[in-house]
């Protein structure tokens, strides 16, 4: 079999193919500021587009009932491995559906949707995930609402990190970010070379996605149109003001 890194190669669309290294690159400045929040609001907690389960895990694994919803059939197959054993787990419970479509048939009052409102690529679909939300929340509940702030997104970026230990070597990691201001769209393609333990390139793993550029007066503008009411709001998850500088905008909302 001819083991060259180019014939290992793999263009995916998305998460496909490449969930197994999400977690080693993810990082975790959010968690505390949802705890905060889950203290406040209780469970159960509602998760949409929780990819392997870094923050549903970390709320159950404070005592709280989560529910995950996830479409990516690879990052649900890192998720159910997580959630395999342990009694966290227990508290959890994944939905695998589309989080611009879908009907839960329970109200929470606190939902979340770490670092993935880009995802839903359209007006549309950024208005149906936010409509469905919105029907899923308790009178007296919460929606943290994490975005990207479009402005501040260079047109074209790249970056490396890593390498970070696997069981079979190590994994380095390199993207390439282009916006397209007409289209509103960032397209990503993310590059994971897997080394093995004498340091040759082993497996390569490309991953191509997009996701909505939402400009600040655009997310205004869904959020009034949805009927959300704006209670906080931040510039990162240490809970510092949002200003006009601010890569990150995080959003308290309520009916
Ligand atoms: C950047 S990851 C974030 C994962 C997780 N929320 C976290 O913060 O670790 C984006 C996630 O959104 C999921 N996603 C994208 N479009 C989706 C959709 N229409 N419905 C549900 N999940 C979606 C992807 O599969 C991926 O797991």
Known sequence: MDRTPESLEEI??????????YDLFAGNEDLPLYLEYAKKHG??????????????LALAEAGFVVHALEKSPSMLQVFRRKT???????LITIHESDMTNFNLHTKFPMIIIPASFGHALTEEKQKSTLRAI?????DDGVFILDLYVGELI?????????PVPLPRGE???SGKMTVDREKQLMSLTLKFEVLDFGGSVAEVHVAKSSTAVIC????????????FKVLEEFGDFHRNPYTPES?????ILSH
């Open 84 to 90: 395999a054993k342990g009694e966290a787990a227990e």
């Open 12 to 21: 995916e669309l998305g998460y496909e193919g490449v969930a197994e290294f």
């Open 171 to 173: 994994v380095r990691r």
């Open 247 to 251: 890569y990150r905008r995080i959003l």
């Open 154 to 162: 260079d047109d074209y970026s790249t970056f490396q990190d890593g």
């Open 134 to 138: 919105k029907n899923h929340l308790r």
């Open 216 to 227: 600040r007066d655009d997310a205004d503008n869904l959020i009034q149109d949805i009927g």
């Open 43 to 56: 469970s159960p907690i509602l998760d949409i587009a929780a990819g392997t389960g870094r923050v549903s």
